[in-house]
C-alpha cells in the first residue's frame, strides 16, 4: 500500500519557537518535496530532496529549512518560527519527474 | 520560472452535464500537466496527467486536452455525479526533476442535482 505519512498532523506554536514536522514513504521514491497551502495563493514549493542529503530549495525557501538522513524520511524546519508561516503543509513523494507525486495528509500548524 | 493560470475558481454543475477547467501555462518547456483533486479537508489525490507528446488522454469520465501551441491544457469531468465535487488543481513541470509542480490555484466544482 503506498503511502506518505506525515506527523504531526495539527500543531500550534508560539511565534519564535522551532517547529520540526516529519514526512515519511514506504514506496522507496528518490525525490520528496514539501509544499505549503495557502488560501488564495495555492500550493507553493518550499523545498526538494533528490535523495539523502541532496536538497535544492523550491519557490518559497526562505525561513525554512530541510533535512533527509535517510530515503524515506523528509524533514522541514521552521527555526524561530513566524506568524506569517502558519499555513498546511504538505510532503510529497515521486519516483522522478514526469511522475505522479504522491501526497501526504498535511499538517496544519498555527504560529500564535 | 513557470506560472499556472487556473482560469475558472468556481464551477456548479448539474448531475450529469461535463465540467470543463482551463488552465494556461507560461514555460514552453513543461512537458509534464497533472491534474489534481482535493476534497474538503483532505490531501491531494492524482487524477490525470498528460504528457507533451500526446494531445488527448481520457480515463473513464476524465478527458485531458492539450494545446502546446496554445499552452493551454483543460480537465473535461463527464457525466458529473455528486462525488465529484471538491476543488481540482492543474499543474505544470518539465522534465527537470528541480523544477517540481507548479500548481494552479484551484476550482472548486459543485455537482448539484
Known amino acids: 500500500d503506498m503511502k506518505v505519512t506525515q506527523m504531526p498532523r495539527y500543531l500550534i506554536k508560539r511565534m519564535g519557537e522551532n517547529v520540526l514536522l516529519e514526512c515519511g514513504q514506504d514506496?522507496?521514491?528518490?525525490?520528496m518535496y514539501w509544499y505549503r497551502q495557502d488560501p488564495g495563493l495555492g500550493l507553493q514549493l518550499i523545498y526538494i530532496s533528490y535523495d539523502v542529503d541532496s536538497n535544492s530549495e523550491g519557490d518559497i525557501p526562505k525561513g525554512y529549512r530541510v533535512s533527509r538522513k535517510k530515503r524515506e524520511h523528509f524533514s522541514l524546519i521552521l527555526d524561530s518560527a513566524k506568524t506569517n508561516q502558519t499555513s498546511v503543509y504538505f510532503c510529497?513523494?515521486?519516483?522522478?519527474?514526469?511522475?505522479?507525486?504522491?501526497f501526504g495528509p498535511g499538517t496544519r500548524l498555527t504560529v500564535l | 520560472g513557470e506560472k499556472v493560470e487556473q482560469h475558472e475558481s468556481t464551477l456548479s454543475v448539474r448531475e450529469g452535464d461535463s465540467a470543463v477547467i482551463n488552465c494556461t501555462y507560461t514555460d514552453t518547456a513543461s512537458s509534464y500537466f497533472p491534474w489534481y483533486k482535493q476534497e474538503a479537508g483532505k490531501s491531494l489525490h492524482f487524477v490525470i496527467d498528460i504528457r507533451s507528446n500526446v494531445d488527448r488522454k481520457q480515463s473513464q469520465r476524465l478527458i485531458v486536452l492539450l494545446d502546446k501551441k496554445a499552452k493551454r491544457f483543460s480537465l473535461h469531468i463527464t457525466a458529473t455525479q455528486p462525488e465529484d465535487s471538491a476543488i481540482y488543481f492543474c499543474?505544470?513541470?518539465?522534465?527537470?526533476?528541480?523544477?517540481?509542480?507548479?500548481f494552479g490555484l484551484g476550482t472548486r466544482v459543485s455537482v448539484f442535482p
Open positions: 499543474a505544470a513541470s518539465g522534465n527537470n526533476y528541480a523544477q517540481g509542480l507548479t
Open positions: 510529497a513523494s515521486t519516483q522522478g519527474a514526469g511522475d505522479e507525486q504522491y
Open positions: 514506496m522507496s521514491h528518490e525525490t
